[in-house]
């Protein structure tokens, strides 16, 4: 457990009656939805996901913010009195040519709580649930152009990626502050129990630093730059015929702050950094880790690394 979450959040491992309306509702709170869709559509799925040996994650506060803080809190909204969840992981259970999965169909974070490792608590217990129950693997989709999210999928919990969606999801799903007008690509993740790069994470807590090392002009296939008004933008530099391995593609490293400010140039963002990706992995790359550099003026720049052949999942 998170070293400021011990003994302050609390994770259920099951999905009770009297909370399940919560869930949706904070559904509907993390990703700020309205409408019938989208408000009554995360009810079955929730219900499913726990009725078909897939399993429901809740997470409560239990000190995470102290008393007098939740006071103001529930003062400006009543939701806050009571013990609601401020996190959930959804999965259902599937199988495929390789077996049995569990497929992370849903986990969100009340946006009060975001920065407080609430998302990692539960991806710490989401895992010890597996083993239990001897999921071999857990597979989820996750937009790769946000930074935070590829750290801890791929650096932070041993992930592997081999496929890309391009616009995965419709319209019908995405209308949220988020994903509204922009393409929904989506990297599916592999994230295998036993494998040995997940079991030094996980049980061991042995987090490798970023490989900054083997960075170098030739094997870095792009370039993210910065306009004269500081937001990110794809630069001039495309190596499409590396042959190289690893090979590093460059993302924006803060997304959020470019759909804020221009959502036109975030898609023209998105569009070149995709190609990359397409790209690569239609070679046989396999994304095996993100890497965060900071440069010697403070600016935060985000890669991913691909290598030509990934060492074995298990």
């Known amino acids: 457990m998170a070293e400021n979450t011990k003994g302050r959040l609390r994770v259920e491992t099951y999905l009770r009656e009297s909370v399940l309306n919560d869930v949706v509702e904070l559904e509907k709170r993390v990703w700020n939805k309205q409408g019938y869709r989208e408000v009554n559509a995360p009810m079955l799925y929730f219900e499913l996901a726990y009725l078909t040996n897939g399993i429901v994650l809740t997470a409560f506060d239990e000190g995470l913010f102290a008393p007098e803080e939740k006071e103001k809190m529930a003062a400006e909204d009543p939701w806050y009195a009571g013990d609601h969840p401020i996190g959930f992981l959804g999965c259902f259970a599937d199988f495929d ?52 999210n590829g750290y801890m999928y791929l650096h932070k919990m041993g992930g592997l990626v081999r496929e890309i969606g391009f616009n995965y999801y419709s319209a019908v799903f995405t209308n949220d502050e988020f994903n509204r007008g922009i393409s929904t690509d989506r990297f599916v993740v592999d994230w295998w129990m036993q494998a040995e790069r997940v079991q030094k994470r996980m049980k061991e ?20 730059e910065l306009d004269e008004s500081g937001l990110e933008r794809h630069g001039a530099k495309w190596v499409l015929n590396s042959s190289l391995t690893p090979v590093f593609v460059e993302i ?63």
């Open 97 to 148: 040519h390789q077996g049995p999965f569990w497929y992370g169909a849903r986990m969100g974070v009340d946006r009060k709580y975001w920065n407080l490792n609430v998302a990692e608590e539960l991806v710490g217990n989401l895992y010890d649930c597996a083993l239990e129950r001897n999921i071999p693997r857990i597979r989820w989709t996750y937009d790769p152009l946000q930074s935070r």
């Open 205 to 224: 807590g042995r987090i490798p630093p970023y490989d900054t090392q083997s960075m170098n002009p030739e094997n870095t296939v792009n370039e993210i």
């Open 252 to 314: 924006p490293y803060s997304q959020d702050r470019l759909l804020k400010a221009d959502r036109g140039k975030a898609q023209t963002v998105r569009d070149r950094c995709r190609a990359l990706f397409m790209h690569y992995l239609a070679r046989g790359y396999v994304v095996t880790d993100f890497v965060l550099k900071v440069e010697a003026g403070g600016r935060r720049r985000a890669f991913y690394r691909l290598d030509r052949e990934a060492e074995s999942p298990l």
